[in-house]
């Protein structure tokens, strides 16, 4: 089993910005063979992809929404994984999850990953 735990929600403003982190616990995680994915939902909608990397080789992979706003990195001393979010929008509110997997071939597809956090909120004051 892996458990993955979430941390850094809270409120933040449009425009802003705010760092998630995710922690990575279980003998079983292969960092070789894992991708670790962020995804988020908002109630009433369905879960949508946020970022994602892969731990042997640091690839990265970002939603059009969070593109070119957002960094995704890894630690691999601590396995740790966090999200920066810059230039937040209202849109951007939800609960975000950290979510991983074995030999996950697309990265965005939620189905690919087998083990998922709690979540951790963020809500965006306009």
């Known amino acids: 089993q892996i458990q993955l735990v979430e941390s850094g929600g809270g409120l933040a403003q449009v425009g802003g910005s705010l760092s998630l982190n995710c922690e990575v616990f279980g003998r079983t995680f292969n960092r070789y063979r894992n991708t670790v994915g962020w995804f988020r939902q908002a109630p009433g909608k369905e879960r949508e992809f946020v970022a994602a990397?892969?731990?042997?080789?640091?690839?990265?992979y970002y939603a059009d929404s969070v593109k070119g706003r957002s960094t995704i990195s890894r630690d691999n001393a601590k396995l740790t994984v966090d999200l920066q979010m810059n230039s937040l929008k209202a849109e951007d509110a939800a609960t975000y999850f950290c979510a991983t997997g074995r030999n996950v071939n697309s990265p965005q597809i939620d189905s690919e990953y087998d083990y998922w956090g709690q979540g951790t909120q963020v809500t965006v004051s306009s």
């Open positions: 990397i892969t731990w042997e080789r640091g690839t990265t």
